[in-house]
């Protein structure tokens, strides 16, 4: 895959993606990030990106022309083919305003041969922009950053991770938060890990098994596959109707996970 990032602050980027998962992946092959400085496609000695917003307000705004030359000559498909699907490429701008970024939408895109992400800076980007060059807008959540740069690394980092061969084990990548697959506590046997299915992880402990009067959970040291993987299932049910119960209208649910919620919501209001 390869990922360009448009960005008027390159050196940010020489941090968050020297480490870890990224690295490893881009040293590997699996991934090509080249950052592109969004000041070497200006045309006034000054190196001006951004300009008011006609019609008035607070704020700056990106200028369209540095942005169209920085993309014209990276040979992408054209917005129409990207729209169509018939190109594996995408072309994002990274906005507040934009689709919520999940990690179905990282699974989508770590199908593709090419992403571009267009760091949105000041109150944005010009329109036109959206309009006639990028396919889609993404935001990372809810709230509102100074620049598209932690956004656009988080989602370098969130679909590295899912190419084949990233993670040395990548059965871990089907079985995290917000994964979304079935995920029935008896649907592959004895194995004692299960996937999110759309639900929040299950907690995991390691050594020592006691840790100042802290115990791990007997029924993880007793050796039953089974046992394991239906208390797992039932505390990725009991975390996700705690932290995040938005996630369940969205997660498909057989008879014992809908069983467990129950159980779970009268043991918590009986507590209450």
């Not at 061969?165 to 995290?176: D, P």
């Not at 004895?190 to 639900?199: K, M, N, V, W």
Request: charged share 30%; aromatic share 6%.
């Amino acid at each position: 895959m390869k990922a360009d990032i448009v960005t008027i602050f390159p050196d940010f980027f020489r941090g968050p993606l020297d480490y870890g998962i990224t690295r490893r992946a881009t040293e590997m092959g699996l991934v090509k990030i080249e950052v592109h400085d969004l000041r070497h496609y200006t045309r006034d000695k000054h190196r001006t990106v951004d300009d008011r917003p006609f019609g008035g307000g607070e704020g700056m705004v990106l200028k369209p022309e540095p942005i169209f030359d920085c993309l014209e000559p990276l040979g992408l498909a054209s917005r129409e083919q990207r729209l169509a699907g018939t190109a594996r490429e995408s072309v994002i701008v990274l906005s507040a305003q934009g689709e919520r970024f999940t990690q179905q939408v990282a699974t989508e895109l770590s199908t593709l041969d090419r992403i571009v992400l267009i760091c949105g800076r000041y109150e944005g980007v010009d329109e036109r922009v959206s309009e006639f060059l990028s396919d889609r807008e993404l935001s990372i959540g809810d709230y509102v950053l100074s620049g598209g740069e932690l956004g656009a690394a988080v989602i370098v980092e969130a679909v590295t991770r899912l190419l084949p061969g990233a993670v040395g084990n990548e059965a871990s990548t089907r079985q995290e938060s917000f994964t979304s697959q079935s995920a029935d506590a008896d649907a592959d046997g004895p194995d004692s890990t299960c996937g999110s299915g759309g639900l929040l992880d299950y907690p995991h402990y390691t050594r020592p098994a006691e840790f100042r009067g802290m115990n791990v959970p007997e029924v993880l040291i007793n050796g039953n596959h089974l046992e394991i993987r239906r208390w797992r299932r039932e505390q990725a049910l009991k975390k996700t109707l705690r932290n995040r119960p938005d996630l369940l209208k969205d997660v498909t649910l057989g008879d014992a996970d809908r069983q467990t919620l129950e159980r779970i919501k009268r043991s918590s209001s009986s507590s209450s």
